[in-house]
Nanobody, 115 residues
């Protein structure tokens, strides 16, 4: 059984920052991909950023230079620092773990960027 628990969402003004955290527990293999996806109202879920256990990262073009993903493998935790937030970043953010072809999801955390 794998569980993902997100925290750190909230309401922030445009230009502000937030840091999301996702703690993963259960049967976690050494080789995996951890990341963040988001879903805005009326839109499909989209990739925001992912980080592999090998140390590489990928970002959506819309967040490059503003968001930074990091992970602490010892704590099985993935983070995402979000800076220079824009109204279009408003969405429910979901933590994701991929290992051996299986996807696991957190319950989601709301991020609202508004003045």
């Amino acid at each position: 059984q794998v569980q993902l628990v997100e925290s750190g969402g909230g309401l922030v003004q445009p230009g502000g920052s937030l840091r999301l955290s996702c703690a993963v527990s259960g049967s976690i293999f050494r080789i995996n991909i951890m990341g963040w996806y988001r879903q805005a109202p009326g839109k499909q879920r989209e990739l925001v950023a992912v980080s592999t256990s090998g140390g590489s990262s990928n970002y959506a073009d819309s967040v490059k230079g503003r968001f930074t993903i990091s992970r602490d493998n010892a704590k099985n935790t993935v983070y995402m620092q979000m800076n220079s937030l824009k109204s279009e970043d408003t969405a429910v953010y979901y933590c994701n773990l991929q290992q051996y072809g299986v996807n696991y999801w957190g319950q989601g955390t709301q991020v609202t960027v508004s003045s």
